[in-house]
């Protein structure tokens, strides 16, 4: 099932159903809201959230963005040991690292680096967590 509201997360995105996408994002949360230890889940809900994190970014809505950049802190934070939210974190913060450059947010840019050690410096053995 979550793996089927991903896929179809992202053909909603190509297709330019932007409401039809954010409610299929708004449909993985519950389901990991109702079925929270199943890392499937979680895995799907973490690349829903990293994929619209970087469309948010494409359609210039910077406010969903870090809602999104956010939202990925809170799951890896509720579940620390699941490699592949972890991941979908170090590519959202390393993106909107790029992104706070592209903005001239260099304070910012700082603070996501610094972000990003604190993460490889816990989960340096994790090859999903850039060196």
Do not use: W
């Not at 079925?35 to 970087?54: I, S, W």
């Amino acid at each position: 099932m979550a793996k089927g509201l991903f896929n179809t997360l992202t053909d909603a995105k190509e297709e330019d159903e932007l409401r039809r996408r954010d409610a299929l994002l708004e449909e993985l949360r519950k389901l990991q809201s109702s079925y929270g230890d199943d890392p499937a889940v979680r895995e799907q809900l973490a690349n829903g959230l990293f994929n619209t994190l970087n469309h948010a970014k494409k359609e210039n809505d910077l406010t969903l963005r870090d809602a999104l950049l956010e939202e990925l802190r809170k799951l890896q934070s509720s579940y620390a040991d699941d490699p592949a939210v972890r991941e979908q974190l170090a590519k959202g913060l390393f993106n909107t690292l790029i992104h706070a450059k592209e903005e001239d947010d260099l304070t910012r840019r700082d603070a996501l680096l610094e972000e990003l050690r604190k993460l490889q410096s816990s989960y340096g053995d994790d090859p999903a967590v850039p060196e």
